[in-house]
């Protein structure tokens, strides 16, 4: 089983998680000053060869981003966030073997780390081990200093409603992501989509007001858009949602559902 986590979605915040949680590696207290220093020294090339390998992967340059995360375990092979890394690499490669080594490797490092516990528990639940992925989210966020525990909130809340289809869990660890953040795209689409899905199109209509103040729409968008008008009986505002799906993604998937007449009522 695969799945697209935080899409808008999983792309742009799966570069957030990059972004967000990069810190230097752990330094060793040592009397003498010089190793010390050289240890210092190390850690920092090798986040620097980390970064670059995150850089290079925004840019879909994966061989690159390959070699200088390699580049940054020889420099300090215990530097956790690039094995960290390494794992969101080999998903995005589609080589599930080789990311959930590293993704391991990296967690005995830093098994407090809620950067790699929430990134490792992304991965299980998108190989369909929702019970194991949903224990990491939870140790992520037990974590008080956790800057961005909006991602693992929504992380959780796409495991529970693809993979485990609770859409009871999917509501709650959405509702907690926009307490952190209120205006988080991802989740506000979700919540949308899950109302919708339950057949509370009035909170659906409403969390997907909030979602186009804060984001761009998309094919995937629009379509929800025309779907949550039409069961609400207003034909302007699907109509006006089809003439932009029609305009700005004409080769789309949900395009061709719309000239199939699907999405009317």
């Not at 199109?201 to 025309?226: D, H, M, N, P």
């Not at 008008?229 to 004409?250: C, I, V």
């Amino acid at each position: 089983m695969t799945m697209r986590f935080i899409r808008c979605s999983g792309a742009i915040v799966l570069l957030a998680l990059l972004s967000a949680c990069q810190a230097p590696g752990g330094v060793r207290e040592d009397s003498n000053d010089d190793v010390a220093t050289e240890v210092r020294s190390t850690n920092k090339l090798a986040e620097i060869n980390t970064q670059l390998g995150v850089e290079y992967m925004k840019e879909g340059n994966f061989e690159t981003a390959l070699k200088k995360l390699q580049k940054a375990i020889d420099i300090d092979s215990n530097y956790p966030r690039a094995y960290d890394v390494l794992g969101l690499l080999y998903t995005r490669l589609g080589q599930a073997k080789d990311a959930e080594q590293n993704f391991k490797h990296a967690l005995e490092l830093a098994p407090k780390d809620s950067s790699i516990l929430n990134n490792y528990g992304q991965f299980l639940c998108s190989q369909g081990n929702a019970t194991q992925g949903q224990e990491l989210f939870a140790r992520a966020l037990k974590n008080p200093l956790y800057t961005t525990p909006e991602f693992a909130y929504m992380n959780a809340a796409t495991c529970a409603a693809e993979v485990q289809h609770d859409t009871k869990a999917a509501k709650e660890f959405l509702r907690q992501a926009l307490e952190k953040n209120p205006k988080m795209a991802p989740a506000l689409f979700r919540m949308s989509k899950v109302n919708f899905e339950a057949q509370d199109y009035v909170s659906a209509k409403a969390y997907y007001e909030r979602f186009t103040q804060v984001a761009e729409q998309s094919a995937e968008s629009l379509w929800l858009g025309i779907q949550i008008e039409q069961k609400l009986g207003d034909q302007q505002s699907s109509d006006n949602y089809a003439t932009m799906l029609r305009g700005k993604f004409p080769d789309s998937a949900e395009a061709a559902k719309l000239s199939s007449g699907q999405g009317q009522p």
